[in-house]
């Protein structure tokens, strides 16, 4: 019977006695437990990313946007209404219960002109809830007016465009062009930074009214709806289609709330993660194989003291244990090497991209280092396996 000191010894020799050997053996270990972990990090990253770029602006929001499609019960029958949006629907849907603010959106692009500079940028046609409903400050000035229609030829500009258009001259009270059209500007926004690749300050904000002369439209693109803490979205989509209905006559628009929005997000997301990850743990298989070789060598290099240990009474079964032992020893050094690597690269993410939520987790540290356990033990069975059932006399003569 072996000590338990002794069997961590007769375990752990293979691995320290050879560390170059162990270190190419366990490398395919390390490469796929680096690649399960740091594209799950990742995975976990960019879905936070997303999820927080998109939640920035409340999660008490409701779209709405013109068309419903529906199945009907005539061969491939999938019918589409699409009806246009209006100010006056807009109009309506602020006077519900529960609406705090209600936002028409219009947006396209084109050239953006002072003076002698252009730039070509997006245009957002909006009104003046705007600001307030996504929390848009204001750096000077004010922003678009409440006029109900026929509104000024006003506009306020991002803080990008601000800089490129102006540099350090005071814009306020100045006339640009927007597609050939002369705006004063009357305002400037706050810095807001970019969410999804879209530069939030690299834009002109003008009345929807103008905006949708502008870009040749007769409806609004969508309109959303801020509703109060004290009602529930559920409520709100409830009060939003009554009113809708009433109006149009028929669902021909589509209603979208941003827990919805968020819950589907986040279910995508987070198979695309599993899904990647997966694609990494193809490593492991490579580092398993590794295993299992090095295993399978060190089975007939080890027979004559495999004789020995069975010849002074040592239990198949503690034999086993012991082989086992040795190749889970090799896959958590494969694990240890691997999650190096991982926080490395980690740290570098965070270094070049610190706006990227990107860190390790616990519970993916618990899951690579339970994954290496069993690669090592499943890698593992069959030469340990094969060791057990040494006959002492057989080994002693072939060796």
């Known amino acids: 019977m072996i000590r338990p000191d002794d069997w961590l010894r007769l375990a752990t020799s293979p691995v320290t006695s050879q560390p170059g050997k162990s270190v190419l053996t366990a490398l395919g270990i390390a490469i796929g437990i680096a690649a399960v972990t740091l594209l799950t990090t990742l995975g976990h990253g960019v879905r936070q990313y997303v999820l927080d770029s998109f939640s920035q602006f409340g999660t008490r929001i409701i779209a709405i946007t013109p068309g419903h499609s529906e199945t009907a019960g005539m061969a491939g029958g999938l019918i589409s209404s699409v009806r246009l949006l209006t100010l006056d629907d807009a109009e309506a849907l602020a006077r519900i219960t529960g609406s705090e603010w ?32 996504w929390d848009f400050p204001l750096a000077m000035g004010k922003f678009l007016p409440d006029t109900g229609g026929n509104s000024p030829a006003v506009a306020v500009i991002g803080d990008t465009l601000y800089r490129e258009l102006f540099r350090s001259e005071n814009p306020l009270g100045k006339f640009i062009r927007i597609g050939g059209q002369r705006y004063r500007v009357i305002g400037v926004m706050q810095p807001k930074g970019s969410t999804l690749g879209f530069d939030l300050d690299d834009m002109a904000y003008i009345p929807a009214d103008r905006a949708l002369t502008l870009f040749n439209r007769e409806g609004l693109m969508e309109v959303d ?36 929005m968020l819950s589907s997000m986040n279910r995508i997301l987070g198979i695309l993660t599993i899904g990647v990850a997966a694609l990494g743990g193809i ?48 896959s958590l050094f494969g694990a240890f090497i691997g999650i190096v690597i991982t926080a490395v690269v980690v740290a570098l993410l965070s270094l070049l991209a610190p706006a990227f939520p990107v860190q390790i987790q616990f519970s993916t540290l618990g899951l690579a280092i339970a994954v290496a356990t069993i690669t090592g033990l499943i890698s593992g069975i069959w030469p340990a396996y094969k060791s057990s059932r040494l006959s002492p006399i057989e080994a002693l003569r072939g060796e």
């Open 283 to 330: 490593s492991l298989l490579v580092g398993g194989v590794g295993i299992f070789t090095i295993m399978t060598t060190n089975l007939t290099e080890r027979t004559a003291e495999i004789g020995l240990l069975r010849a002074i009474g040592c239990p198949r079964r503690q034999l086993l244990s012991l082989f086992l032992g040795e190749a889970v020893m090799l």
């Open 225 to 260: 709806v801020v509703f109060s803490e004290g009602t529930t979205s559920s409520q709100m989509l409830e009060r939003i289609k009554a009113v809708m209905m009433k109006r149009h006559g028929q669902e021909d628009f589509t209603l979208t709330s941003q827990d919805e």
């Open 102 to 133: 209600v936002v028409s959106n219009v947006q396209g692009s084109g050239p953006i002109r002072y003076g002698e500079r252009v730039r070509s940028t997006e245009i957002l046609g909006t009104t003046s809830d705007f600001n307030q409903a």
